[in-house]
């Protein structure tokens, strides 16, 4: 039963998990006050860091990081040791987490082989990219050298420390990391660094800084600004059916992605495979909402299977190790009708859960497909048989027909199972009765438009933003 199954989630958590997150907090603290000087206190806390992972691999190298800084010496390699450290302590947490909610839910995970090591430090041998600073691709190492470099300043300098001049410095290799395919990924991250530090200032005179979120994103920079196979490079091209489950949307100021959740009946009858894939587009903050699909249409087969709830034929499309598709529309065709609940309810305890690869151990990247039925729900919190759970009902996108009220009336929902200090879920479909009668509402229901006629006739007042801002463009282009 699955309440049961949640009171062993629920019931506590993992042994040694609060005193890693304590050892992390020590280092953001000492990160926010920056290595230019480090005080008693933010010394105490780097030892105790790497007192905490004496005993791993990285233990010896960590240790003479740390006594480096202290005496004042700053090096790219000591930085990248420091961040290895945090990294890991944040791995050990997630995989502790992701355990004990695979134990809880019965589900099945894959492993993460040497051969997968092997096969992105190659280069994809079955067609994927391999991931990481290619050997002898001095352009790239020259790049993130630059990185690394403003990485650095930022890790001397501290938070508070963070003025325009350091900002401006990390503009022109943004720039130069944007040319290179391959650097796209550090490129976005550093730029978005750069843009919430910049929208922050004057730093200085913050009452609250979030620490572990900058700490976050400077360490994952850090890390892939380092030569390393980071995502487990080679794909596999897999052949079958995709069943839905549902669409994860994000929605920014500046880009829509949209992260759909299924499970992959591989050709040739594998046992099918819990998968995710992605697609995403730039937008401008005037494009909000419902409006926010148009701008996915170059993705056809996927929209039509999200608004008409559809299996998808794909073939020959790469599955990186991390569970990923790499999404190729040109390959999908929408097939026949695939209700996600039924779904849900007939495969997903069955299907196989993908591996991690090691820079995505983190706790609050954890996203476990669930779905919960019979609860009772009492404002964010869901009640299923004295187990208790917050429902995040902030994640609910505004380009869809989910909303809080139909998830107050729900008694079925899919989901998302999710970890930010305690356990969340976050709904991506719900059915629900509403003036007695039954509603099924999902967040790809407006793939191809809006089916509610108030959203579409205030659509059809406001006008169509992305065809206007469309036609403007090609006016400018043929000038």
């Not at 559809?310 to 990923?324: K, Q």
């Not at 309810?345 to 039925?373: G, K, M, Q």
Request: glycine fraction near 12%.
């Amino acid at each position: 039963m699955l309440d049961v199954q949640l009171g062993e989630l629920l019931g506590g958590e993992p042994a040694g998990v609060g005193e890693a997150l304590g050892l992390i907090t020590g280092f953001d603290g000492a990160l926010a006050l920056g290595f230019a000087r480090v005080g008693e206190e933010p010394g105490a806390a780097l030892a105790a860091l790497a007192g905490g992972l004496a005993a791993s691999p990285i233990g010896e190298r960590l240790s003479e990081a740390v006594d480096k800084v202290a005496a004042g010496s700053v090096a790219d390699e000591h930085l990248a040791a420091l961040a290895g450290g945090r990294a890991a302590l944040f791995g050990a947490v997630h995989d502790a987490l992701l355990g004990r909610l695979d134990e809880a839910l019965g589900r099945t995970r894959s492993p993460w082989a040497p051969a997968q090591e092997a096969a992105s430090r190659s280069g994809s041998k079955q067609g994927g990219p391999a991931q990481g600073v290619a050997g002898g691709d001095g352009k790239a190492e020259q790049l993130l050298g630059g990185v690394r470099v403003w990485l650095r300043e930022l890790a001397i300098m501290g938070w508070r420390g963070v003025e325009d001049d350091l900002l401006s410095t990390a503009d022109q290799t943004i720039e130069a990391l944007l040319t290179q395919p391959a650097l796209r990924g550090p490129a976005v991250l550093l730029d978005g660094l750069a843009a919430e530090l910049r929208a922050s200032s004057p730093i200085a005179a913050m009452e609250h800084l979030p620490a572990r979120r900058w700490a976050d994103l400077w360490t994952r920079a850090m890390l892939l600004s380092q030569r390393g196979p980071w995502h487990g490079g080679g794909a596999e091209q897999v052949s079958g059916r995709l069943l839905i489950l549902g669409a994860d949307v994000h929605e920014h100021a500046t880009v829509v992605r949209v992260q759909v959740h299924g499970l992959l009946e591989p050709a040739g009858g594998a046992p099918a495979r819990l998968v995710r894939t992605s697609v995403a587009a730039a937008k401008v903050d005037t494009i909000v909402g419902p409006a926010t699909w148009a701008l996915l249409g170059g993705h056809p087969a996927l929209l039509a299977a999200l608004a008409e709830h559809r299996a998808v034929e794909i073939a020959d499309m790469p599955l990186l190790p991390g569970g990923d598709l790499v999404w190729h529309d040109d390959r999908a065709t929408a097939g026949e009708e695939a209700d996600p609940f039924a779904t849900a309810r007939v495969r997903l305890a069955a299907a196989v859960a993908p591996s991690t690869p090691p820079l995505d151990r983190h706790p609050v990247r954890i996203a476990e497909p669930v779905l919960i039925e019979g609860y009772k729900i009492d404002g964010r919190t869901l009640d299923l048989g004295g187990n208790t759970l917050t429902v995040d009902l902030d994640r609910l996108p505004a380009g869809g027909p989910l909303t809080p009220e139909l998830v107050a009336a729900s008694s079925a929902c899919l989901g998302l199972m999710r970890w930010d200090g305690e356990w969340s879920l976050q709904p991506l479909a719900v059915q629900a009765t509403v003036k007695k009668k039954p509603v099924t509402a999902h967040n790809g229901d407006w793939a191809l438009g809006p089916t509610d006629p108030k959203v579409v006739k205030a659509l059809a007042k406001s006008g169509d933003a992305v065809a206007v801002l469309r036609e403007r463009a090609g006016r400018l282009l043929r000038k």
